[in-house]
């Protein structure tokens, strides 16, 4: 399928377990972006990459580690879910077009309880 | 840093009421500036965007001009409808820099 998906679409574990929330887009965008939200904050941004290899902290980034080994592919890891975790993931991509616009496209999400 | 700020929800508007949802903004230099529609159980989409000052962004019946002078981007539609209930979120772009910054979103409801 074209675009960019999320999987799992629900994810319900406990705490202290280890889960990876996987995101994969067809364009080739260079960029790749998590965000979280949650109820009286909007989005906000995890990590997000810049190519392969390359990614940097967001806003929120602690209690999470990515990797992107390929353009394609954006694993979001939570090393040791705890509760503050349970949210709705999205992932996004885009690509820096003609003067420096910058359009993000965003999975349909995912929605992770930790109990 | 850069920040942008949205009214307070939710709102809830009768079909064919008339719709403003403010959005301003705090940046350097000059950032592009979007709205994006969140549908229940989906991700969000671009809903319309604007890359300098003056500029109108419109796109299915909604439009936001980029006022430089006031610092704001205030979402308009003339008649709303029912497939219009949805989260909807005002973000900057600083230009080369690749990231968004989103404001905290509100929700719309519109009753038949």
């Known amino acids: 399928d074209a675009g960019i998906t999320q999987s799992p679409r629900y994810k319900i574990t406990e705490t202290g377990r280890q889960v990876t929330l996987m995101c994969h887009q067809t364009?080739?965008?260079?960029?790749m972006f998590w965000y979280r939200q949650d109820l009286g904050h909007g989005l906000r941004l995890i990590y997000y990459s810049a190519a392969a290899d390359i990614t940097d902290k967001g806003e929120v980034p602690d209690g999470y580690v990515v990797s992107r080994s390929k353009t394609e592919n954006f694993p979001l890891t939570l090393e040791s879910a705890t509760r503050s975790q349970t949210s709705v993931y999205f992932c996004?991509?885009?690509?820096?077009?003609?003067?420096?616009?910058?359009?993000?496209?965003f999975g349909a999400g995912t929605r992770l309880s930790v109990l | 840093g850069d920040s942008v700020t949205q009214m307070e929800g939710p709102v809830t508007l009768s079909e064919e009421a008339f719709l403003t949802i403010n959005c301003t903004y705090t940046?350097?230099?000059?950032?592009?500036l979007f709205w994006y529609v969140q549908y229940p159980g989906e991700g969000l989409q671009l809903l319309l965007k604007a890359t300098k000052a003056d500029d109108k962004g419109s796109n299915k019946g909604f439009e936001a001009t980029y006022r430089k002078e006031t610092t704001s981007f205030h979402l308009e539609k003339g008649s709303v409808q029912v497939s219009d209930s949805a989260v909807y979120f005002c973000a900057l772009s600083p230009g080369a820099n690749s990231k968004l910054t989103f404001g905290k979103g509100i929700t719309l409801s519109v009753r038949p």
């Open positions: 940046a350097t230099g000059y950032p592009s």
């Open positions: 996004a991509s885009s690509e820096i077009g003609l003067a420096g616009l910058n359009i993000q496209y």
């Open positions: 364009w080739s965008h260079s960029y």
